[in-house]
Each structure stands twice: as structure tokens, then as C-alpha cells.
């Protein structure tokens, strides 16, 4: 998707149905609430429904209400007149009176002081304001965008936040997906960071930097990746290794050094001979590992005949090529449920010792238990489902 000043780069389904609803709604005239978690390019979309409405030619005027004192947001947004206060020397329009006709995007929103939550509130009902120190109003005809990554319901819970501006506001509400959950995305945006940088668009990507883009979290989505990727790319001659990236990589979850993410393929096997039948969705849930990522090394075990594809009624599993497919799988048995039941996190290697059962037979029964809501797997073993 393109527009006359930026493109978002985004082929993964999410993120089509995403822009597909920007499209839809910008089209139309209805206030739009924009959320989603910090670096997920919040101020990108509320260009993006200006560029593509009807009043694209008008002004887009975009503030940053968490940027702002208090006691200076007021005078930005309402303008004011001459010696309305300290330091007021002239008369000055306010970003509402600024983006008239067109669209004004107040990023952060969930920041915004109470009393001044009650002005724009009048704002978007009277369609008017009045500068600070004046006595008359102004009509306006503005589009308003606003944007934060914060719980809105639970800051009105909290009494921080009015809950008739929060409707007023969320005319349409846009959720931006991390980027965690945009699949393959992530390589196509660090490619593109690349290009952008003359001294960095022969910068090739490794195979093993590739995965640890997909393998890693992204708590900061893709302004992390722009400063991640670039700061790699610096310390990379011409081709970027994993090793390159390690050192800028800030998250909670950020391996030390390359070796989580090399011997990705042994880890995939190994989990694959434990648990035993498994579709693609419960190793996703069970890895923390991207589908396309865990597709990729799949497929290449299928080919080595490592691993076969089983498609009969019960959907598409795997399962290793020495198992045998048509052994039934057991019912849980109570001693394992209580094994279970008791433990705060436990593996399929506890399960077996502990109850006496062939590891893949537990790995059986622990699959068999999340399916039944007992279990769910949470990226090192399994815990018992408290919901």
C-alpha cells in the first residue's frame, strides 16, 4: 500500500486485513482510535488515513499529547490571544483552528490531563472552540485520529480517562499488530530499512540473522528493528551475521549469544521426538517459534525423510518418521493428570519418570491435556491451565 509520502510494508495476512480496514474507514468521515503497543506505527497509520480520504489535500497536523506540559497542551491545541498569559506576545492559532478541513491526530491520547479531556469532548460535540483569553468561539470541521498504547477501558476504570470521550473517540478502533505476529514481515522490513540507507543497501542478511529476526520477540516491534538492524549493519563488513545483531538486541528474551539460534533445527527435532504427533499450531504454541520459521525446517525434514505428514480426519499433524502413526494415543491417566495438577511447570521428561511412562507416550498425553483445557504449554514445559 502506498501513498504519496510513505509506503508500509506489510504482506502477512494480519497486516492485509489491517490496511484493508485503514482503507475502508478512511474513506469516511467517522473519528478513528488507533491502538497498539509502542514502535507499531501508530503515527504511520493516521498519515495513511489522511493520505487516502477525501480531504487529502488538507491539512494533517499531528501533536504528541504526552510530549506536552499540561499546562502548554491546552494553548497548542486552542490557540490563544495576546496576553492571555505569560509570555503570550501575540495571538496564535491552536492546532484545531491549523488542521480545519482536514485531519488533526492526537497521539498518546491516554495521557491527556482530565480537564482538558472535558474541552475536546465539547469540541467533538459543538464542532467549535475558543482560544485562551478570547471571548469568542471558532467553528471547525476537523477529522480527528488519536492514537495510544495504553488500556483506555482500564484508565477509565481508574478514573483517568472520561468514558464518554473514549466513545466519542473510538468512532472506529484500528488495533496495529505487533510485530511479532506479522509472520515473515520482519525480513521484508529490515530489507527495506537497508535500502534506505545508501551506505547500507549492499548489506546482505545471513540465514542465521534471518531466523534470530523471526525467533526474537520484538518488545519495541519495528522502531526496535530500524535501530536493531542499522546498528548491525555498522558492525557488519558486507554480510550481517547473527553475532552482529546479539549485542543491540535489549529484550527480556534476547539470547546472549548466537547458540539459541543455530542449533534451531536440533532444538525442532528434539521437541518433535518428546512430544511425539503434533500439529503445526500446538509447536508454535510450544516454541514461541514463528509458523513460517517452523514450516521451513518441517519441510526440509519431510525431504530428508525424517519426518512424515499425516492429513486423515484428524487435520495436519507430524510426526517422526520412526513413530508409529497408527498406535492410538493413550487417555490420560489419573496418576499423570495428578502429576500434573500438582506441579507449576513441568515437562514431558518429568511426566515419563514421574508416572512411568515412555516420554513419548507423555508427550501424548500432555498434547491430549491441552486439548482438554488441563494444560498449556508456555514455551519452556507445560503448566497447568488455572483459567
Request: charged content about 25%; hydrophobic content about 40%.
Amino acid at each position: 500500500m502506498t501513498s504519496p509520502s510513505f509506503t508500509i510494508i506489510g504482506s502477512s495476512k494480519i497486516m492485509r486485513e489491517t490496511l484493508a480496514k485503514a482503507e475502508r474507514v478512511a474513506r469516511t468521515s467517522l473519528p478513528v482510535m488507533v491502538t497498539g503497543e509502542t514502535g507499531t506505527g501508530k503515527e504511520l497509520f493516521a498519515r495513511f488515513l489522511h493520505d487516502h480520504s477525501p480531504w487529502a489535500e488538507r491539512p494533517y497536523v499531528a501533536i504528541n499529547c504526552a510530549a506536552i506540559p499540561s499546562e502548554l497542551l491546552e494553548s497548542e491545541l486552542f490557540g490563544h490571544k495576546k496576553g492571555a498569559f505569560s509570555g503570550a506576545q501575540a495571538d496564535r492559532d491552536g492546532l484545531f483552528v491549523q488542521a480545519d478541513g482536514g485531519t488533526l491526530f492526537l497521539d498518546e491520547i491516554g495521557d491527556m490531563p482530565l480537564p482538558l479531556q472535558a474541552k475536546i469532548l465539547r469540541v467533538l460535540q459543538e464542532g467549535e472552540v475558543r482560544p485562551l483569553g478570547d471571548n469568542r468561539v471558532r467553528k471547525v470541521n476537523v477529522r480527528i485520529v488519536a492514537a495510544t498504547h495504553r488500556d483506555l477501558n482500564e484508565l477509565v476504570a481508574q478514573g483517568k480517562f472520561r468514558e464518554d470521550l473514549m466513545f466519542r473517540l473510538r468512532g472506529y478502533a484500528l488495533h496495529l499488530p505487533p510485530l511479532r505476529e506479522r509472520e515473515r514481515d520482519v525480513i521484508s522490513l529490515a530489507r527495506a530499512i537497508l535500502r534506505s540507507y545508501p551506505e547500507f543497501a549492499g548489506k546482505q542478511m545471513s540465514r542465521d540473522l534471518q531466523e534470530l529476526l523471526l525467533a526474537y520477540s520484538w518488545p519495541g516491534n519495528v522502531r526496535e528493528l530500524r535501530n536493531v538492524i542499522l546498528a548491525a549493519a555498522v558492525d557488519a563488513s558486507r554480510t550481517m551475521e547473527a553475532q552482529h545483531l546479539l549485542p543491540h538486541l535489549s529484550g527480556t528474551d534476547a539470547p546472549s549469544t548466537v547458540a539459541p539460534v543455530r542449533p534451531l533445527k536440533e532444538r525442532l527435532w528434539s521437541v518433535l521426538q518428546q512430544v511425539g504427533e503434533v500439529t503445526l499450531a500446538h509447536l508454535h504454541n510450544l516454541m514461541r517459534i514463528p509458523k513460517p520459521t517452523l514450516h521451513y525446517h518441517i519441510k526440509n525434514m519431510i525431504q530428508q525423510g525424517k519426518l512424515r505428514r499425516l492429513t486423515d480426519g484428524g487435520g495436519v499433524r507430524f510426526v517422526p518418521a520412526n513413530d508409529d502413526a497408527e498406535q492410538p494415543t493413550p487417555e490420560p491417566s489419573t496418576a499423570a493428570v495428578q502429576v500434573v495438577e500438582k506441579a507449576v511447570r513441568i515437562t514431558c521428561q518429568q511426566v515419563a519418570s514421574t508416572v512411568g511412562i515412555p516420554i513419548r507416550t507423555a508427550g501424548r498425553v500432555l498434547a491430549m491435556l491441552v486439548n482438554q483445557g488441563i494444560m498449556a504449554p508456555d514455551g519452556v514445559g507445560f503448566r497447568p491451565c488455572r483459567c
